[in-house]
């Protein structure tokens, strides 16, 4: 599977004004695919776990740029009465070399969101987490 992310400060930082960045990502039985923009200008990405294969865009996909890292966020599952879980990827900069690739090391994060539509609020953490240690590549692909 791969991870595709195109963001103006991995572009900047590699000198590389038209080119995309292919990540290859993969852990435990977590695959993604992720392309930050699609043939209609919107992202895609492609979550694939040991359960399911799951498709999104656009606005489906969230992001944020941080000091850690671009945060790459999609919800999972969605219930209507008790929560919904999602997946944040952090992907990490990287500056390129010659050879237009390096391996990474980086880590999701799958958090079930609990809470109750009827009755009384959930008492404590309403958060779960779970880690997954993912690795892979980044290419540089120009366009």
Do not use: W
Not at 34 to 40: E, K, Q, R, V, W
């Amino acid at each position: 599977m791969m991870l595709l992310v195109l963001t103006v400060a991995h572009a900047q930082n590699a000198g590389l004004a038209r080119s995309l960045h292919r990540y290859t990502l993969s852990g435990r039985d977590l695959h993604l695919t992720y392309l930050s923009s699609g043939p209609n200008g919107k992202p895609r990405l492609q979550y694939c776990d040991a359960v399911q294969t799951l498709q999104f865009t656009g606005d489906e996909i969230r992001t944020a740029t941080l000091e850690v890292g671009t945060l790459v966020t999609i919800t999972t599952a969605m219930t209507i009465d008790s929560g919904y879980t999602s997946f944040t990827v952090v992907l990490p900069q990287l500056n390129f070399g010659p050879l237009k690739e390096a391996p990474i090391k980086t880590f999701g994060v799958t958090t079930v969101h609990r809470f109750l539509a009827v009755g009384p609020p959930l008492q404590g953490q309403t958060d779960l987490y779970t880690v997954t240690e993912l690795s892979g590549t980044e290419t540089v692909v120009p366009f």
